[in-house]
């Protein structure tokens, strides 16, 4: 839950991630601050999915460091996370927005999970079983599910992967009003259109390491790195 004390920025230093001999991230020095979306871009395999599982403390770092502006646990309590496929509990609509409200401990937890599914234009289906939804109904089930806990900031690994093109766009969206309400999104996408609609600043991540870190108008317009400039022109592989 949002409070005065405030987990941004986070600071990475020299963070590596290593699995099985093979070294997946190979010395990332980056900063997270507060603001609009930052969009981590990067060809399949580049280590974007692992790099937001470290951020979020499901990996432990092999090398390097994360500092956050809080102590960790303080930290981890500001953030949520979503994935490509949703994790849905074998219950109803409402009972899955309202789980993590009531593990936070939130007051008025019910009224909370509702005003979340309103949001997100589920409302009406609050007693249908969480798992016979559609799949863009279902990513819309967890990130209000994420939004309701009002997180600081709100991981989404390739949120619209598994979306067809109208999905996507309800999905979009809903991330614009969740960053406007304050929270600072940090997304992965392969998806060059998505990312500028969303970017307030961009990272490209190639084989493991960070190769540009730029603001997404200069990103976008004038790549800060030929391998950028590459990237956007579709000249590397996805
Ligand atoms: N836990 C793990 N153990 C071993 N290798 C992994 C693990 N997680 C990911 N990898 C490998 O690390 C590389 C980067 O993976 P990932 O972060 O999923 O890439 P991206 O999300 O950019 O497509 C891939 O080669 C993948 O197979
Ligand atoms: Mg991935």
Redesign the pocket.
């Given at each position: 839950m949002r409070q005065e004390a405030t987990a941004l920025p986070l600071r990475v230093d020299g963070l590596r991630f290593a699995?099985?001999g093979?070294e997946?991230l190979r010395g990332l020095d980056f900063a997270l601050v507060a603001g609009a979306p930052t969009v981590i871009m990067?060809?399949?395999?580049?280590?974007?999915?692992?790099?937001l599982r470290l951020l979020h403390g499901l990996?432990e770092p092999t090398g390097g460091t994360l500092h956050w502006s809080l102590p960790r646990d303080e930290a981890r309590r500001r953030q949520a996370m979503v994935f490509q496929r949703p994790v849905m509990l074998r219950r109803s609509v409402l009972a899955n927005a309202l789980y993590p409200l009531r593990l936070a401990g939130a007051p008025r937890a019910e009224q909370a999970a509702r005003d979340a599914l309103e949001r997100v234009g589920l409302a009406a289906l609050a007693d249908r079983p969480a798992r016979k939804l559609s799949g863009g109904e279902q990513q819309r089930l967890a990130l209000a599910r994420a939004w309701a806990l009002r997180p600081e900031i709100l991981f989404l690994d390739e949120p619209t992967a598994a979306l067809d093109p109208a999905a996507t766009r309800q999905v979009e969206e809903i991330i614009g009003a969740i960053a406007a309400s304050g929270t600072k999104i940090v997304m992965?996408t392969h998806h060059l259109g998505q990312a500028r609609r969303i970017a307030g600043e961009a990272m490209l991540?190639l084989d493991g390491r960070l190769n540009a870190q730029a603001p997404a108008a200069s990103f976008f317009d004038a790549p800060p790195t030929p391998e950028a400039a590459a990237f956007l022109r579709g000249d590397l592989l996805w």
């Open positions: 699995a099985g093979v997946i990067g060809p399949n395999g580049a280590g974007k999915s692992v790099l990996l992965t991540l």
